[in-house]
């Protein structure tokens, strides 16, 4: 009796888990969020890592028409794919 009671809520727990994690993943990213990150990788000059958000953060407002976020992440997005210098300055 113990072993169903425990198993079933396991199982309820494991769906309301799967639940909350499928419509998490489900949501399309937010570009406002992903340029904020983006930014703030950027002043710590991490800009290989920066890049890719700044890019993805550029697609998403130009499908929403925001000329102005969108032009912000594509100069951004530009920056990140400049060439690094070899070595220190």
Do not use: N
């Not at 727990?13 to 406002?32: G, N, T, Y």
């Not at 000059?45 to 032009?71: G, T, Y």
Request: aromatic share 6%; charged share 25%; net charge positive.
């Amino acid at each position: 009796m113990a072993f169903s009671t425990l198993s079933s809520r396991h199982a309820t727990l494991l769906a309301a888990w799967a639940l909350v994690a499928s419509s998490a993943l489900a949501q399309p990213p937010d570009p406002v969020k992903l340029l904020e990150e983006a930014d703030r990788l950027a002043w710590m000059k991490a800009w290989s890592r920066a890049e890719p958000l700044f890019s993805e953060a550029r697609q998403l407002f130009e499908a929403r028409d925001d000329d102005l976020h969108a032009l912000h992440a594509r100069i951004g997005q530009l920056r990140g794919q400049l060439p690094r210098p070899a070595g220190p300055r």
